[in-house]
């Protein structure tokens, strides 16, 4: 009987000691599984399930949901060879968080239809689009469109969300568009500039004043007289605008040809006394007035210096002079500026 207590008293220290070892070397663990995977081993199925409940709830910032494919699965063991490191709920936790989809409500900035930017608000958003086009000459304008957007957040992770870098990206492209308006703008501008010079020298020929000079070969036109004075300028004197130059010389002296052309009056006409006109073509015409004589006729072909008539006192003058008009396409010319 006492031998048989003792059999029993060192058989159960026995199993204490395997149940000890046992107890020691294998550890009843939660092996953790996701999507057929094990990713690690904890201790207590809870608190681990709260852990991962309180991350999917944890919308801070510009995240709208966190989805977890499929919630790891659980399952009882007694396991061996386990490292302290490898039990951590954390390893786990980031391995789910690793394998979740979190998606991140952001603001992407479009020129033209064209996703340029992200930034985190619409604040942001709005600060870029407004100070891209406070730069902008004014009557320039820009397609730029804020959209709000659901993102992965992987997708925005490796992405700059800063405004600055918003700005940078966006400004490159709006710097094309500012050149090709400035380019237009200053192409507009020259063409407004031919059209205005095209417009004023149309109106040069319907007035007699102001006209500037026209492009002639320079040499065309030579003085009507030699050795005269000039006695009135073209231009605007009290009386009026003097249309010609008067070259004051003693009755009778030769007028010749200021240059070569066809004549197309020859006589009296008004206040001009007995005038003379010479058609040169191109445009222009010289007259002759106040003459005491004409020596050519309509239609006649005179050579430049060739001698037309004489001077005199014809019409409305003071005084023996030759009035000399330049005329381009009917409006005058200073002939000072041509002989
Ligand atoms: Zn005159």
């Known amino acids: 009987m006492k031998r048989l207590a ?5 058989a159960s220290i026995g199993l204490l000691i395997i149940a000890g070892f046992i107890y020691i070397k294998y550890k009843p663990l939660y092996k953790v599984t996701l999507n057929g995977e094990v990713i690690g081993y904890v201790e207590n199925k809870e608190k681990m399930q709260e852990k991962i409940q309180s991350f999917t709830n944890d919308l801070e910032g510009n995240i709208t949901s966190i989805t977890i494919g499929e919630m790891p699965q659980y399952e009882l063991e007694l396991v061996s060879g386990i490292k302290e490191s490898e039990t951590k709920e954390d390893v ?22 064209k996703e340029k930017a992200i930034v985190n608000s619409k604040e942001e958003a709005e600060k870029v689009v407004n100070d891209i086009k406070s730069e902008l000459s004014s009557g320039m304008s820009i397609n730029l469109e804020i959209e709000e ?24 492209d709006v710097q094309v568009q500012v050149k090709e308006y400035e380019r237009k703008i200053a192409e507009s501008r020259s ?26 070969s320079s040499g ?27 070259f004051a ?3 009778g002296t030769p007028i010749y040809a200021s240059a070569a052309g066809t ?32 020596y050519v006729s309509v239609g006649q072909s005179v050579s430049k210096g060739e001698n037309i008539a004489a001077v005199g006192s014809t019409g409305n003058s003071t005084g023996p002079h030759v009035h000399f008009e330049i005329r381009y396409n009917g409006s005058t010319l200073n002939p000072q500026n041509y002989v």
Request: with cysteine; charged share 25%; proline share 1%.
């Open 220 to 246: 065309m036109f030579m003085k009507p007289v030699s050795g005269a004075i000039i006695t009135s300028k073209y231009g605007q004197r009290s009386s009026g605008f003097h249309t010609g130059t008067d």
């Open 263 to 294: 004549v197309t009056y020859s006589g009296k006409k008004g206040s001009y006394g007995n005038l003379v006109i010479i058609d040169h073509g191109n445009g222009y015409k010289t007259y002759y007035a106040h003459c005491s004589a004409l």
């Open 191 to 216: 063409a407004e500039n031919r059209r205005k010079a095209k417009e004023a020298s149309q109106t040069q020929t319907k007035t007699t004043k102001g006209a500037s000079a026209p492009v002639t």
């Open 149 to 172: 957007q659901e993102k992965n957040k992987k997708e925005i992770d490796n992405k700059d969300t800063t405004i600055e870098v918003a700005k940078l990206n966006i400004d490159k």
């Open 6 to 10: 003792k059999f029993y008293c060192i």
């Open 92 to 113: 786990v936790l980031a391995t789910v968080k690793e394998q979740a989809e979190i998606k991140c409500r952001v603001y992407a900035i479009k020129l033209d239809g």
């Open 249 to 251: 010389i003693a009755k």
